[in-house]
T-cell receptor, first 113, second 111 residues
Framework: NAGVMQNPRHLVRRRGQEARLRCSPM?????VYWYRQLPEEGLKFMVY????????ESGMPKERFSAEFPKEGPSILRIQQVVRGDSAAYFC???????????FGPGTRLTVL | QQQVKQSPQSLIVQKGGIPIINCAYE??????FPWYQQFPGKGPALLIA?????SEKKEGRFTISFNKSAKQFSLHIMDSQPGDSATYFC??????????FGQGTRLTINP
């Protein structure tokens, strides 16, 4: 049973470009969470999704950021018009329908030049 | 009310010692308290978790102590090894909702 998959592992973008981060949850998991981690800091919740639904986006910046988890395919975190402050590690976690336990992927490290 | 406060920020222990990391929370709705271990460049890996109906849980060398009335919980690592050197995060959550993380503790186990 493969773990949570994220790609790309490293992403470099110039200011103003778009970044797309992908997350495939563990098999049988229908809940996906995105977190952001700045260097030397803890993880900050961004958004919680179930298939085709955004359940909680209270941690998501109001502008430039969006997330989706379509019926088929991975969850996507999209950052438009990236700025240097968006440089961080972005982690995806998944959990089964009935559980609290969240399993994390290896993360995508975004660098904005 | 959503905060989880973790201490210390960093900790150095000799091999074989028992590092203790503490966390405190405010929101009494939290009913799930996991600890994660993170190595540089990797994602957090679940170590051990506890619910408020028990005061202690042990898995291998890792023990969580939970004090519901004080709203505090801690991680103890028995017989610590250099391979345990990592950053440890406590977290709190409820149901299938988001996790609120502590700031992390960078643990170094000296040989």
């Amino acid at each position: 049973n493969a773990g949570v998959m994220q790609n790309p592992r490293h992403l470099v973008r110039r200011r103003g470009q778009e970044a797309r981060l992908r997350c495939s949850p563990m098999k049988g998991h229908s809940h996906v969470y995105w977190y952001r981690q700045l260097p030397e800091e803890g993880l900050k919740f961004m958004v919680y999704l179930q298939k085709e639904n955004i359940i909680d986006e209270s941690g998501m910046p109001k502008e430039r950021f969006s997330a989706e988890f379509p019926k088929e395919g991975p969850s996507i975190l999209r950052i438009q018009q990236v700025v240097r402050g968006d440089s961080a590690a972005y982690f995806c976690a998944s959990s089964p329908p009935t559980g609290s336990t969240q399993y994390f992927g290896p993360g995508t490290r975004l660098t904005v030049l | 009310q959503q905060q989880v406060k973790q201490s210390p920020q960093s900790l150095i222990v000799q091999k074989g010692g028992i590092p203790i990391i503490n966390c405190a929370y405010e929101n009494t709705a939290f009913d799930y308290f996991p600890w994660y271990q993170q190595f540089p460049g990797k994602g957090p890996a679940l170590l051990i978790a506890i619910r408020p109906d028990v005061s202690e849980k042990k898995e291998g060398r890792f023990t969580i102590s939970f004090n519901k009335s004080a709203k505090q919980f801690s991680l103890h690592i028995m017989d610590s090894q250099p391979g345990d050197s990592a950053t440890y995060f406590c977290a709190a959550g409820w149901g299938a909702q988001k996790l609120v993380f502590g700031q992390g503790t960078r643990l170094t186990i000296n040989p």
